[in-house]
């Protein structure tokens, strides 16, 4: 198994910064591509960004150019910049989990808050 533990949320101004982490602990050597979601009250869980074990990465189009992905093998961070009140909701770390070639899962943290005052 993968456990995720995700930190490094809180209350920042609009404008402001926030870096989240996630580290990976378990069975990590088994650990593919992994993502930020987030899900505001109401609302549905959506894609923030992923990145490959390669270090490919992929963008919402709401955060393009404000968050950056970036991975150190089974650490994922999320830099946020020039935040936004709409990017207040709790953000969820994930890792695409391969134990063998038959199976694979997805695994997630419990989430970290994140509030952006206006």
């Known amino acids: 198994q993968v456990q995720l533990v995700e930190s490094g949320g809180g209350l920042v101004q609009a404008g402001g910064s926030l870096r989240l982490s996630c580290a990976a602990s378990g069975r990590t050597r088994s650990i593919g591509d992994m993502g930020w979601y987030r899900q505001a009250p109401g609302k549905q869980r959506e894609l923030v960004a992923t990145?490959?074990?390669?270090?490919d990465t992929k963008y919402a189009d709401s955060v393009k150019g404000r968050f950056t992905i970036s991975r150190d093998r089974y650490t994922v961070y999320l830099q946020m910049n020039s935040l936004k009140p709409e990017d207040t909701a709790l953000y969820y770390c994930?890792?695409?989990?391969?134990?063998?070639?038959?199976?694979?899962?997805?695994?997630w943290g419990q989430g970290t808050q994140v509030t952006v005052s206006s």
């Open positions: 990145i490959t074990s390669g270090g």
């Open positions: 994930n890792a695409k989990v391969t134990p063998t070639i038959e199976y694979s899962y997805t695994s």
